[in-house]
Structure formats: structure tokens, C-alpha cells
């Protein structure tokens, strides 16, 4: 095995230290200390989300015409302004977008787009073009440049499953796993020399991991929920990335996701379920945080690997390209950047993309994580309209 392959395993020696009982029950809060501070926390919607039935183009006649068995009700539809509205599964983001803390960006995705989950998803996680393939993700890279010793927790990934999206040249995340493995393998292997250098580095990859693990305990230890969230894994998964926000841990960069959006059968049931199970640990997460006076310095953004497309299959949608990223906090404008989706110009039945994700990126990277997106090789220019 090689160095990479090793340094892809360093995460499983965290794993799961977040689900530890005995944290359950710690008291205090502490809140970020600066602007320096400020973070973001991602929501990767697996699966393909139907951007077209999230954020909804209820006022053109070609949405109602191409989805006969799929389209939304129009008196269903909530939040209607300028054309546009919720799945009525998002009230609670409706309330997010009315207090002007949420922001849509239409029409987002890439040139010459992938169809395939994997492929997508790793054109999204590593930024590359359609094209062009790399071993280390954004913000991976991000936090090679960011950090100028190893930070184990520079970026957590709260998650069954590394995400590409983290990893870089050095081991600067931490992915929150199976505590029965944490227990076993970063106590008892990391401290153990061997023969083989490469599984010594890999274990002295592992200790300075479960350094970062005490930084994490210590976090959970300073803070409590303060509000109820859902008992889905999304809700558990928020409720701990914000318990970590209030304890201080100082990590600029969080990560989860939530399966389950390929809807290409009985989608109209599936995606309100999947939707629901989004709008309530999104909306507990913002109220704990917004609670806490935090919501300025956190942005949480919600997006997928592509969207469906526009014509119905009969009970389901199929592969698309283009969709809606959503933006919440982080003094957000709460508009919608971009314009509503064209249903009469499209290229072989898929949205034409306006907004290149890279370009999204390159504003959180300058306005939120003040950093410079070209040194990690993003040159789409930045978008203006999303940050105050």
C-alpha cells in the first residue's frame, strides 16, 4: 500500500468519538472568538437532488407540461415570489429565506457535465474540470496552504465515509467513524514501531489524529444542545457539528451528507421524504446556531453532484446537470443570484448551467475562509451577491 492509500485510512482512527455517551451530558457554551473563526459546513446531497422540484419554477408553463406525473401542485407550492417557490416539505426554509438568511443560486454546474454519481461527485469534491482528474480535493488543498503544521482537525467530516473533498498532501481532517475502532486501534497500534516504515508512518499519522481527537472532546465538553433536532442521521450529524462550533474547536471546515436523492422511480414520495428529513435538521441547526449569536460567523451551504432532468421518466426523473446551491448565514443577502430556470432553451433536455461551481467555491474561499482561490488552482472569478 502506498503513502496515499495510508493516509486515506487515518481517518478510521477517529472514528466516531462524537457518539461517545459520556458526552451527552456536558454543560457551557463558548462561543467563536473572532471573524477569524468564522466557518463553513457543507451538506452534500448524494444522490443527485431535483433542483427542479426544490427550489420550483412554478410560473413557466414548460415545468407543468414536461413533468405531467411529477410536477408540484401549484397551490402546494409555498414561498412563491418572482416565479419561484419551495417543495412544501420546506416550510422551515421558507422561514430561513423570509428572515433573509437564505440565498439561492440558480442554474449551478460545469462545462461538458458527467452524468455519472461517482465521477460527478469527484468533478465537485476536487474542483477539476470535466476533464481533469486529481488526487486531492479543494479543500484539501485549502488546508495544506491553510495550515502550517498538521492539524488533525483543520477540517471534520462527520460522516460513515471519508469525502475527496478533504483530502490533501498532509492529513489535516479528521472523519468521525466507528468508536469500537477508535478505541482499539488509535490506543494500542499508533504508539507501536514495526519493521515496515510505512506502517509506522501511517501510525505516526494516527497519533497526531487522536492529538486532535482530545481537541474534539474538549469542544463537545464546552457546549450542550440547546434546541431539539430530528433524530435522523442528518440531525445527528448537525447536532454535533454545532455542538463542536460552540465548544471552539476552531475548525474553519465541516462536511456531511445525506443519501438517498436518486429519484428515478416513486420519486414524489422519496424526495418529500428526503426533503423533510433537510428542512428539519437544517432548521434545528440554524436555530441553535442563530440562538447562539453565531449565525454571522457560520455558512452552511447545500448542494449536489448534479440535478435531474427536465422531463419526467413516468414516476421519477432521470440524470441531469445543472441545479440550485443554497446558502445559509454567514451575512448572506438572501436573494437569489442568478436568473430562474429556462425551460425553453435546453441542451438535449438538461438545464444549461449559468454558474460554474468552482465560481461558488472561489467566493467562500475569498469571503468566508480568506484565502485566494487561484493558489489552489480555482480561476473561475468569484460571485458577487451571495455575502453582504
Not at 495510508?6 to 461517545?20: A, K, N, P
Not at 476533464?131 to 480535493?137: D, K, N, P, S
Amino acid at each position: 500500500m502506498n503513502r496515499r492509500n495510508f493516509l486515506s485510512l487515518t481517518g478510521t482512527f477517529t472514528g466516531g468519538l462524537l457518539v461517545l455517551p459520556d458526552f451527552l451530558h456536558a454543560l457551557g457554551t463558548q462561543p467563536l472568538q473572532n471573524q477569524k473563526d468564522s466557518c463553513v459546513v457543507f451538506i452534500q446531497l448524494n444522490g443527485g437532488n431535483d433542483g427542479l422540484n426544490t427550489y420550483i419554477p412554478f410560473d413557466h408553463p414548460g415545468y407543468y407540461d414536461l413533468r405531467p406525473h411529477i410536477a408540484i401542485a401549484k397551490n402546494d407550492i409555498i414561498g412563491k415570489s418572482n416565479g419561484m417557490g419551495w417543495h412544501p416539505a420546506l416550510k422551515n426554509w421558507n422561514t430561513i429565506q423570509q428572515n433573509g438568511d437564505l440565498t439561492v443560486i440558480q442554474n449551478v454546474g460545469y462545462p461538458s457535465p458527467n452524468r455519472s454519481h461517482f465521477r460527478s461527485q469527484e468533478i465537485w469534491q476536487t474542483a477539476s474540470g470535466a476533464q481533469e482528474y486529481l488526487t486531492e480535493g479543494w479543500l484539501g488543498r485549502y488546508l495544506d496552504l491553510q495550515c502550517t503544521t498538521t492539524q488533525p482537525t483543520g477540517g471534520v467530516n462527520i460522516d460513515s465515509i471519508d469525502n475527496l473533498a478533504l483530502r490533501g498532501k498532509e492529513p489535516n481532517s479528521i472523519t468521525v467513524k466507528d468508536p469500537a475502532r477508535f478505541r482499539s486501534q488509535a490506543t494500542t497500534e499508533a504508539s507501536q514501531l514495526s519493521t515496515n516504515p510505512q506502517l509506522d508512518f501511517v501510525r505516526k499519522i494516527a497519533s497526531t489524529v487522536v492529538e486532535g481527537a482530545d481537541d474534539i472532546r474538549r469542544a463537545i465538553a464546552a457546549s450542550q444542545t440547546e434546541v431539539s433536532y430530528p433524530t435522523t442521521a442528518l440531525g445527528k450529524n448537525l447536532e454535533w457539528i454545532a455542538r463542536l462550533i460552540k465548544g471552539n474547536l476552531h475548525t474553519h471546515v465541516y462536511y456531511t451528507s445525506q443519501n438517498g436523492y436518486d429519484t428515478h422511480d416513486n420519486q414524489k414520495s422519496i424526495h418529500q421524504n428526503k426533503l423533510k428529513e433537510l428542512d428539519e435538521a437544517v432548521f434545528a441547526f440554524y436555530t441553535e446556531i442563530k440562538r447562539a449569536g453565531l449565525l454571522s460567523q457560520v455558512t452552511l451551504v447545500v448542494f449536489s453532484e448534479f440535478g435531474r432532468r427536465v422531463r419526467d421518466n413516468g414516476n421519477g426523473t432521470d440524470h441531469g446537470t445543472a441545479a440550485p446551491v443554497f446558502v445559509i448565514g454567514g451575512h448572506t443577502t438572501g436573494k437569489v443570484v442568478g436568473t430562474n430556470p429556462n425551460l425553453d432553451n435546453l441542451d438535449q433536455g438538461d438545464l444549461k448551467f449559468e454558474t460554474d461551481f468552482r465560481s461558488v467555491y472561489a467566493t467562500l474561499l475569498q469571503q468566508k475562509l480568506q484565502h485566494q482561490p487561484t493558489s489552489i488552482g480555482i480561476t473561475q472569478a468569484p460571485l458577487s451577491g451571495i455575502f453582504r
